[in-house]
């Protein structure tokens, strides 16, 4: 869909079939007031003038004209009358290898492939997170996007692949949004969760990169904070829609739609607990970090320490003999022979009792 700031789609369908693509604005409220027909509105990064011409002709309350604009909104649905508004996050990963066209939707992936190189990392991925008010009215919606992050050619596409549903009305039209942001969750998570692996790997190879293993553990701590608190309440936001949407249609009629949502929200509840449990596990990733970063302290120092008591017994014994005095034997070669014989036999004594403690 076009993405260029300012821009407004419009799409109408009569009876569940498309009815006609972009029609004139004015003529947008006589369909939302037609009997049978559905309307889908969509305005990227709107400006002033165009969102108050939308408050005007559909009636809306200022506060939810407020809420689909203004900075750090959390995700939310709000009442107003006659319609409903939502606030949903979709999330994308910048930098990070596109998910499997089905990983969104069966749970853990297999391990990311990783670089060929012992102990090296992709390049670390950062959440972008793109907000999406929804107005939901008697017979359309209305999709305001701040830019043109999220691209709505993907909720068309799953509006036709799902067209048998479009029969029930506005339900069947929000469930397909939801349904797309809920799997970009899930592609996130699962994103993550790849990353996560990579982490585990490069902890225990022998040239671990400790700085870049640090940053990439915060990075993650990061972007899960983030995609945590966008994705908790997701389960409050579409229980409300399922609630609303029960209570307003013919659930005997619009019985697969139910199904739909009782599905939409089963993802909902798995990517919370996906995000949670990978909180604990990045935690353990960087405790585990920062005990083998001890560990690895400790075989330096033992290293050091044996290597300075076997230096030590040749210094110590050409050091006494050197302040003037005497050893046994000066000045014939069995004198030297033994001396350096003594110092070898020492050395080496110490040099194969470290070593078989583990410490060369």
């Not at 693509?21 to 305005?43: K, S, Y």
């Not at 993907?154 to 029969?167: F, G, I, P, S, Y």
């Not at 050893?327 to 004594?349: E, H, N």
Request: aromatic share 8%.
């Amino acid at each position: 869909m076009d993405g260029h700031p300012g821009t407004v789609t419009n799409r109408v369908w009569r009876d569940g079939t498309v009815h006609v693509d972009n029609c004139p604005a004015q003529q947008v409220p006589d369909f939302l007031d037609e009997e049978g027909c559905l309307v889908w509105i969509d305005l990227c990064d709107p400006n002033h003038g165009q969102l108050s011409t939308l408050a005007r002709e559909l009636n809306l309350h200022p506060l939810a004209i407020e809420d689909a604009v203004a900075h750090l909104e959390r995700t939310k649905a709000i009442r107003y009358g006659k319609y409903t508004v939502l606030t949903a996050y979709a999330t994308r990963l910048n930098g990070a290898t596109a998910a499997p066209p089905d990983g969104g939707s069966e749970g853990p992936p297999a391990r990311a492939d990783r670089d060929s190189r012992p102990g090296s990392l992709r390049p670390a991925s950062t959440l972008r997170l793109d907000r999406i008010s929804v107005f939901i009215l008697p017979r359309g919606i209305v999709t305001v996007r701040q830019h043109a992050g999220f691209d709505m050619a993907q909720v068309v596409e799953r509006w036709e692949e799902n067209a048998d549903l479009l029969k029930f009305g506005v339900g069947a039209l929000l469930h397909g949004l939801l349904d797309v942001i809920v799997d970009g969750h899930f592609d996130a998570v699962q994103q993550l969760d790849d990353a996560m692996e990579e982490l585990e790997d490069g902890l225990f190879d022998a040239e671990s990169h400790t700085a870049e293993v640090q940053r990439r553990t915060y990075q993650i701590r990061k972007d899960l904070v983030e995609l945590r608190r966008v994705t908790l309440p997701m389960r409050e936001l579409v229980n409300t829609v399922l609630r609303h949407h029960r209570e307003t249609e013919n659930g005997s009629a619009a019985a697969d739609l139910n199904s739909s949502y009782d599905d939409l929200y089963d993802h909902v509840l798995r990517v919370a607990e996906w995000t949670e449990s990978l909180r604990d596990m990045i935690t353990t990733i960087f405790e585990t970090n920062l005990s083998l970063q001890d560990a690895r302290l400790n075989t330096v120092m033992k290293k050091l320490t044996a290597w300075a008591a076997i230096i030590a017994v040749p210094t110590a014994i050409t050091g006494y003999f050197g302040q003037n005095l005497l050893y046994p034997g000066i000045d014939t070669q069995w004198g030297f022979v033994l001396s350096t014989a003594i110092i070898v036999v020492i050395a080496g004594g110490l040099y194969l009792q470290f070593h078989r403690k583990g410490w060369l």
